[in-house]
């Protein structure tokens, strides 16, 4: 089998990257459920949090928790860049033989761990968690989810699994692979199932949150919907190609129907109505044809920047910093100089409007 050589050195056999927003009050539950189920399986492992700009008291919480369990760690990213993001810090940050990527809420059931690892053994090398309930979601949740997953694998070239999330087992080389892609649009559910590798499901039913309250709401899950669609499939591009010609073939049909009834019937004056109406049908597809060429020109625009995926403010806990990352630190540019002493400040004038 074809392997990469791992860009940053190994340091233990498990990695568990949780991407962290707001979420003060689970991080020491899922230490508390994670860890002994690891030392149970006779592992070297990490716990590698990263705080994606949280406002309340999380930071602290993961340090305290650092302080105290020599397997945390915290990487502090400079700011909220999105969970997709965080995950890739987390990825790229780690340096387990496989890493596993797990929601801090405990809606991943960390007992899956062991059967993770076990198929990982016997020669798998992506094991992703399949929900088979999802009763703890709502309806309109359980609705929308089939419907995106239906229209994504209808329309992507290389489909998703449905009900499957982030939670799953990666060896190194098929987490090396994903770091190869570098797209600032991620979606990481497409780009786990785009670098292939055997895979194996393991069932399990999503339980409820345990602490804390869920960072999505709807418009964050249509957008969340939109890269996904646009980063893997062309679709909504062609699709007004085919849009376009039947609106044609209607116009020519339309031309030749009017052209017959002023023939036998003679002239015939249309009515306001049925202009409106052809009017602002066609106004309204020619404006979603050109949304649909903006969210692509959009992405594009994005990529072309080339601007990093994240950048990291502050990381603890580790033996050493990656060899993939720059700490954007005080200490990684020295402190700041002080003014020499016959060095005077102007002082600023009061402007008067």
């Not at 949090?49 to 928790?65: H, I, K, N, P, R």
């Not at 761990?113 to 709502?138: C, M, N, P, S």
């Not at 050493?320 to 400040?345: C, H, N, Y």
Request: proline share 5%; hydrophobic share 50%; aromatic share 10%.
């Amino acid at each position: 089998m074809n392997t990469m050589a791992p860009s940053v050195p190994i340091t233990c056999d498990l990695s568990i990257v949780v991407a962290v927003l707001d979420e003060e009050d689970t991080i020491d539950l899922f230490i508390a459920a994670v860890a002994p189920i690891i030392e149970n399986l006779g592992l070297s492992y990490e716990i590698i949090f990263v705080d994606d700009g949280s406002t309340d008291a999380t930071v602290a919480v993961v340090e305290q928790a650092v302080a105290a369990n020599g397997h945390v760690r915290l990487v502090k990213l400079t700011r909220n860049f999105g969970k997709e993001a965080a995950m890739t810090a987390g990825l790229e940050w780690s340096g387990g033989a496989a890493v596993i990527p797990m929601d801090v809420d405990l809606q991943d059931p960390p007992e899956l761990i062991v059967d993770f690892v076990d198929l990982w053994h016997k020669g798998f090398e992506v094991i992703y968690g399949q929900r088979v309930d999802r009763r703890a979601d709502t309806g309109a949740k359980r609705a929308t989810a089939g419907m995106f997953y239906r229209i994504f694998n209808a329309m992507a070239d290389r489909p998703i699994e449905p009900n499957v999330g982030d939670f799953r087992l990666m060896s190194r080389p098929a987490v090396e692979a994903t770091l190869l892609l570098r797209e600032r649009n991620r979606f990481m559910k497409g780009l786990f199932a785009w670098v292939g590798f055997k895979t194996a499901a393991v069932p399990y039913a999503r339980p409820e949150r345990q602490a804390g309250t869920t960072k999505f709401n709807y418009w964050k899950l249509w957008n969340f919907a939109l890269d996904g669609i646009t980063s893997f499939s062309t679709m909504p591009l062609k699709v007004w190609t085919y849009v376009g010609l039947g609106v044609a073939a209607c116009a020519f049909l339309y031309t030749i129907v009017i052209t017959l009834q002023t023939l036998i019937f003679g002239r015939d004056v249309p009515g306001y109505a049925s202009i409106m109406v052809v009017m602002l049908l066609l106004g309204a597809v020619q404006l979603v044809s050109l949304g649909v060429l903006g969210e692509y020109i959009g992405r594009l625009y994005v990529e072309t920047k080339q601007r990093p995926i994240y950048l990291v403010r502050d990381a603890k806990g580790f033996a050493a910093p990656s060899g993939r990352v720059q700490v954007l630190s005080p200490e990684a540019f020295g402190a700041v100089p002080a003014l020499a002493p016959d060095i005077k400040v102007a002082p600023v004038a009061k402007v008067v409007r």
